[in-house]
């Protein structure tokens, strides 16, 4: 059945009645300006929730047929403003839990979980235990406890936890030769924590995919075309240099679209974290030059690029990945402190969504900021306890609420207090 999804009737009527907002005196300009980013803001967790919902049931219910998952979207949906975005979600997720069944619903005894080890080491053997667990319904999970052994298959061995690989290739001689499946590699130093976050990258590789739905860029990658552009520009950079100073203003000009492309390689560790620790902590193993999450030095690594230029590229980096996540941190910040867990995760669908150096402008000119905002007021008025404890209490009885932005309700608590207050005067 292929999934027909229209628009929604308080989509339209929403925007409607936002443009239809008066906008002669300053108060009423800045009514309407909250009301459209509130508006954008529940669009924008309106399909998040919608994909997380879709992958919850899923994992739940790998068997679910197509037919039902349209129609739980159906009436889960409130806005449907993107119909073609989440039908291809839809597509991508369905297409790759079919080619992941064939491999769970017809077990060979004969593939066990060292021959996975040697597909992945190209041949070798392990020297200790390894580990196979295919209980999880998007990927197979390899558990390898021998530090050497793990090297075997990942040549960053001790600086990583594990790895995901979306298709890895096996290669023995059974009824899955040649197939290609979702793995996940866990090392020694490895955990159930560790796991989730490679889970998160399953998640981040299906957003990745729908780049060009609608025109709409979510992920930026690096193909095959834009490093060789990247080598003529590079080329071309160091022709000049042997007449005059390149200036630092040309070097970020021409390094621009790998500059975007490696924050989003950022990105995808950044949300993969945050799907496992609900935190950003990962952020600052991603400033640290010449180490495992130096994606500058992986991409170009045969064009020999000068430390004059890689200095300043990188710097460049650091700098706008600091400064497009600042907001998102303190974002998750107050989620965290008003209890808000399902907003941690509806936000990271929206930010898989947004290329990485965009992530600023979209939570500020969204209804995410004041939101946020209001929050924090609350949060740092001690005349203001009772009413914050009420809001956290709200929220916990009623967390479907976060799917949708607040300050409509929270404004309602506050004026409850109030209305109560001048009752109990009276």
């Given at each position: ?140 999970t390899?558990?390898i ?9 990942d040549?960053?061995?001790?600086k ?44 981040n ?67 993969a ?10 952020i ?72 990485l ?6 939570m ?63």
């Open positions: 059945m292929e999934g027909k999804l229209e628009k929604e009737d308080l989509y339209e009527n929403s925007l409607r009645k936002v443009r239809s907002m008066p906008q002669t005196t300053d108060a009423e300009r800045e009514e309407k300006r909250i009301e459209a980013r509130i508006l954008r803001m529940n669009i924008m967790l309106d399909n998040a929730m919608i994909m997380e919902y879709i992958v919850f049931n899923i994992e739940k219910n790998p068997n679910i047929t197509e037919e039902e998952i349209w129609n739980m979207i159906k009436d889960k949906s409130r806005y449907k403003a993107h119909p073609e975005t989440i039908k291809a979600f839809v597509e991508e997720l369905i297409d790759r839990i079919k080619k992941f069944k064939i491999f769970l619903e017809k077990p060979d005894p004969n593939l066990t979980a060292r021959d996975l080890f040697e597909d992945l080491s190209y041949g070798q053997e392990p020297k200790d235990l390894v580990v196979l667990d295919t209980t999880d319904t998007f990927a197979v390899l558990w406890k021998n530090a050497e052994d793990f090297k075997k298959t040549d960053r061995g001790e990583i936890d594990g790895f995901y690989n979306n298709k890895a290739l096996v290669r023995r001689n059974t009824i899955y030769n040649r197939m290609t499946i979702p793995i996940i590699v866990i090392g020694p130093e490895g955990n159930e924590i560790a796991k989730e976050h490679e889970k998160g990258h399953f998640h590789s299906i957003f990745a995919s729908l780049s060009g739905i609608n025109k709409r860029t979510f992920w930026l990658k690096m193909n095959n075309d834009d490093i060789e552009l990247l080598r003529k520009k590079y080329q071309l950079l160091q022709n000049r240099k042997s007449k005059k100073k390149i200036t630092h203003k040309e070097i970020i000009k021409s390094f621009k679209p790998l500059i975007h492309k490696i924050l989003d390689e950022a990105k995808d560790e950044i949300l974290d945050l799907y496992a620790t609900f935190s950003f902590d990962y600052n193993n991603l400033t640290i030059k010449d180490d495992v999450y130096d994606y500058f030095d992986q991409i170009t690594y045969d064009m020999n690029i000068s430390s004059y230029i890689k200095n300043r590229v990188w710097n460049e980096y650091v700098r706008i990945l600091l400064e497009q996540t600042e907001e998102v941190q303190w974002l998750l910040y107050i989620y965290n402190r008003f209890g808000m867990e399902g907003r941690v995760i509806l936000l990271r669908s929206v930010l898989g969504q947004i290329p150096y965009k992530w600023e402008e979209q500020t000119s969204s209804g995410f900021h004041e939101e946020a905002l209001l929050l924090e007021q609350i949060l740092n008025d001690e005349k203001m306890e009772r009413k914050k404890d009420k809001i956290i209490y709200y929220i916990k009885e009623h967390p479907e609420i976060q799917d949708q932005c607040i300050i409509p309700k929270i404004k309602e608590l506050l004026e409850e207090d109030e209305d109560r207050l001048i009752t109990s005067k009276d």
